[in-house]
């Protein structure tokens, strides 16, 4: 059974960082795309970053340069790396997992984590 466990949201001011992480099991991430999703307030979810199974990464445009997603692959873990963070960064984040080692753009996700909160005050 595939589980997603994601950790590391909270409160932070504009400017601040924070880093997601997002443990499994169940599951080998070396071998798949792996992404993170948030949803602001009231809105729908988006794609924020992917990482395939090559180490390959895409990031959404309101991200590039400010967000860094990796792999640990000895403990199977997913990071996401926030750095100068805005307050229309805030909402839940989700770890979420594939079946192929390649991304397909921000769809075909099969496991999902329960999402992490992340709020950006200015």
């Known amino acids: 059974q595939v589980q997603l466990v994601e950790s590391g949201g909270g409160s932070v001011q504009a400017g601040g960082s924070v880093r997601l992480s997002c443990a499994a099991s169940?599951?080998?991430?070396?071998?798949?795309?792996m992404g993170w999703f948030r949803q602001p307030p009231g809105k729908e979810r988006e794609g924020v970053s992917r990482i395939n199974g090559y180490g390959a990464t895409t990031y959404a445009d309101s991200v590039k340069g400010r967000f860094t997603i990796s792999k640990d692959n000895a403990e199977n873990t997913l990071y996401l790396q926030m750095n100068s963070l805005k307050p229309e960064d805030t909402g839940v984040y989700y770890c979420a997992a594939a079946s192929d080692s390649r991304c397909w753009g921000f769809v075909g996700f099969h496991y999902w984590g329960q999402g992490t909160q992340v709020t950006v005050s200015s």
């Open positions: 169940g599951y080998t991430i070396s071998n798949y795309c």
